[in-house]
């Protein structure tokens, strides 16, 4: 044997176990970090004027309390604690400007408006309980208060339309919606002083007693049906939310390789071609200010107006509900997120603060998510393999801003979506726990059992929204353009007969003709047009299309109806004026027999051509539940909105100018990256990101509903 043999292999066995300890090292070892791109630099100036929208700071609102504590001249309980014989702000909030001030400031030059609080006070202690609204200013030198609540809804509030406070609900179980017992009791609670209160009516399992005494003298002798429910556990049992299976392989994850493409400084957002600023109301939640597209502004506000819940069932509470819950504050409920499941991990979490039945303002932490979406599919695309090898497409790459609100049993997924075809969609997702009734009678007629003594009841949601659209300009014309048929002679033979699709247009011109009934037949293509018209000739516009499977509306005959007569019509059209900045009122919730605020008074017929124009959209569905709604509903399927999207507003599509776009043709080399960026992916996302810590603060000083 040589004897330099064994030398060579000692070194060709050291080579090879230095290379493998190389390649496992290199394998264990963390790609590189994710390097952000510079930040979008926005203008200072669009920044700050997007301020007179912003919301108010805690410091303004502790300013407002002490202001009211002492120039009103009586004494305030904090209402965490008031009785409804007390003195109490219910809440304060942003009064927001009237348009007109705005727009010169915005686009005029003109003096920033006063920057108002508007305050809600509850005043029991009066010989004349009332609610009285005060508008409230200048901050941050406070000077005055004006009573608006006569202008506002054409008389004084009554006290007992006033909404409950939260102090008033109490709950025990995990999700006690779907453990209903079969006992309720109607409670005459008119009088301030709760000693006064009584028990007016009980219902047991079917039966109707005149009051608690004959009700117990009736299971005393024997003739009461008595149905054994077992006690739920404070977990719920088969309501727990607890998952039924351990964590098992992660789920996938979104993040962005070169840090987020969006800016969101103060209450302003800037995305591609997209700038708006956004708010949070505490009665109606979510809102959009100054929303403009290529620096244009398309709408002027874009808001959240109303939930309404309509329930069916045999049993007094269930057949007696109607929810409507900006009455108990779709704001004011809405819920810090769970990084990861409510929004994307990496998305920009913002605080919140309202002050709401108390005399300090309350934050919410990660109460808002703004986050950049690729939606697994393209905006558009095509691959031609005829005369011409090519392939074009764009990723739906679309930027998410997204609260949740959790009022009673039901949470709201409120989404504004931007997409970079310069179109915008109103989305809502329903979730939460289903509202029941105890299983009796003829109970299957109301919905579906769902457990042993629980009967799923059905329930209509609908939602309304407030869009106030500015395409080209504040004034606008309303115009319907769809199909029919016309039957003609082929040009070449006579005896042949064509059916062939036209086109028909329309302009509304008034109010009435704008309203369209819940389940009417609406034009499929309506839009707000502008004064100017495209390269092509054709008016510029914006157009309204509603995705919806509402149940039916309520009947007209009923003598609530006027107090949701907003959910008459899937759209209405009106004028705008400042004098009817919602469709509906917190105190309808009480008194719907005598609405504060009644839509259907805003259609009174004035001609809308020419106009400065607000669309009142409503969105719903029919939810009958089921089993599979144990232990809760899923948003799949209970999603409904609206879209907003160019018409002739741009002389082609502006999404090709999106730095996004992927094109290349089979004579290219579609592996280089200055060709096809996507080849580039390999490189330029093997980043791993930084992900910060999970946290949640939604268990610290939270109110209960």
């Known amino acids: 044997m040589n004897p330099k043999l064994p030398y060579v292999l000692l070194v060709g066995a050291a080579v090879i176990i230095f290379i493998l300890s190389c390649m496992l090292l290199s394998r264990g070892r963390r790609s590189s970090s994710c390097e952000s791109q510079p930040r979008i630099v926005e203008k200072t100036g669009s920044t700050s004027q997007s301020l007179v929208f912003a919301d108010l700071t805690p410091k303004e609102m502790v300013q407002v309390v002490r202001y009211l504590q002492g120039n009103l001249g009586v004494q305030l309980v904090d209402a965490s604690r008031a009785k409804p014989s007390d003195n109490c702000i219910a809440s304060v909030d942003l009064q927001v400007p009237a348009k007109a001030e705005v727009l010169r400031f915005l686009d005029g030059g003109g003096a920033r408006p006063p920057r108002e609080a508007l305050a809600v006070l509850y005043f029991g202690n009066q010989p004349d309980p009332n609610v009285t609204e005060y508008v409230v200013g200048p901050l941050p030198l406070l000077a005055y208060h ?76 024997g003739r009461i049906s008595v149905q054994k429910v077992r006690k739920a556990p404070r977990d719920g049992d088969f309501s727990s939310m607890k998952p039924r299976a351990p964590s098992a392989a992660l789920f996938p994850l979104q993040y962005e390789p070169q840090g987020p493409r969006y800016s969101v400084r103060n209450n302003h957002v800037l995305f591609q071609a997209w700038s708006f ?53 779709i704001g004011r409920y809405t819920s810090p997120l769970v990084r990861g499941v409510d ?29 950049e979406q690729n939606l697994g599919s393209p905006l558009r695309r095509h691959y031609s393999n005829l005369q011409s090898l090519y392939y074009g497409g764009l990723v739906n790459s679309a930027l998410v801003v997204r609260s949740i609100a959790t009022v009673g049993n039901h949470d709201y997924v409120w989404d504004f979506i931007f997409y970079q075809n310069g179109a915008i969609e109103g989305k809502v997702q329903a979730t939460g726990y289903a509202s029941s009734s105890f299983l009796h009678g003829d109970g299957l007629r109301y919905g579906n059992r769902v457990w042993e003594h629980t009967l799923g009841t059905i329930h209509t949601h609908s939602i309304n929204y407030k869009v106030d659209l500015d395409v080209g300009g504040v004034k606008n014309s309303l115009v319907a353009h769809d199909m029919a048929f016309e039957m003609v002679r082929a040009p070449w033979s006579l005896e042949q007969q064509i059916e062939r699709p036209r086109l028909t247009k329309k302009v509304l011109d008034t109010e009435d003709q704008a309203a369209f009934r819940l389940q009417s037949k609406m034009p499929r293509y309506i839009y707000f047009a502008a004064n100017s018209k495209n390269k092509w000739g054709h008016q510029r516009g914006y157009r309204i299309q509603i995705t919806s499977f509402a149940g039916d509306h309520v009947p007209e005959a009923s003598s609530m109806e006027r107090a949701i007569s907003w959910a008459r019509y899937q759209l209405a059209v009106t004028r705008r004026k400042e004098e009817e900045p919602t469709s509906t009122s917190i105190y309808n919730q009480n008194d719907p027999w005598t609405p504060t605020v009644a839509f259907a008074d805003f259609i009174n017929n004035e001609t809308i051509t020419n106009e400065d124009l607000v669309a009142w959209i409503t969105t719903g569905f029919l939810h009958i539940p089921h089993s599979e709604d144990i232990p809760n509903t899923v948003t799949v399927g209970n999603s409904v909105g609206f879209l907003l999207r160019p018409y002739n507003y741009y002389d082609l599509d502006p999404s090709i100018y999106s730095h996004d776009g992927v094109f290349f043709t089979s004579e290219q080399d579609f592996m280089a990256c200055e060709i096809n960026p996507i080849a580039c992916l390999p490189k330029t996302a093997s980043c791993l990101p930084n992900f910060p810590p999970f946290t949640f603060d939604g268990f610290q000083n939270i109110s209960r509903l």
């Not at 002027?300 to 504050?329: H, K, W």
């Not at 002050?355 to 990660?366: D, F, N, V, Y």
């Open 146 to 221: 004006r009573d608006v609540t006569v202008q506002k809804y054409r008389g004084k509030v009554p006290y007992h339309c006033r909404p409950m406070l939260g102090s008033e609900y109490e709950q025990n179980v995990s999700g006690f919606f779907v453990h209903p017992v079969g006992l309720e009791v109607l409670v005459d609670h008119s009088s301030l002083d709760i000693s006064q209160w009584a028990v007016s009516r009980v219902f047991y399992n079917g039966q109707y007693y005149r009051d608690m005494v004959q009700l117990e003298s009736a299971y005393v002798q």
């Open 277 to 329: 600023a956004f708010g949070m109301s505490v009665n109606t939640g979510l809102r959009l200010f100054d929303v403009r597209h290529k620096g244009e502004r398309v709408a002027y506000e874009i808001s959240v107006q109303e939930a309404l819940s309509v329930y069916g069932s045999n049993c007094p509470g269930g057949m007696s509900t109607r929810y409507m819950d900006g009455s108990f504050g």
């Open 343 to 371: 929004c994307p991990y990496s998305a920009t979490y913002i605080d919140t603060h309202s002050l709401s039945e108390t005399l300090r303002p309350s934050k919410r932490k990660a109460s808002l998510c703004i986050f």
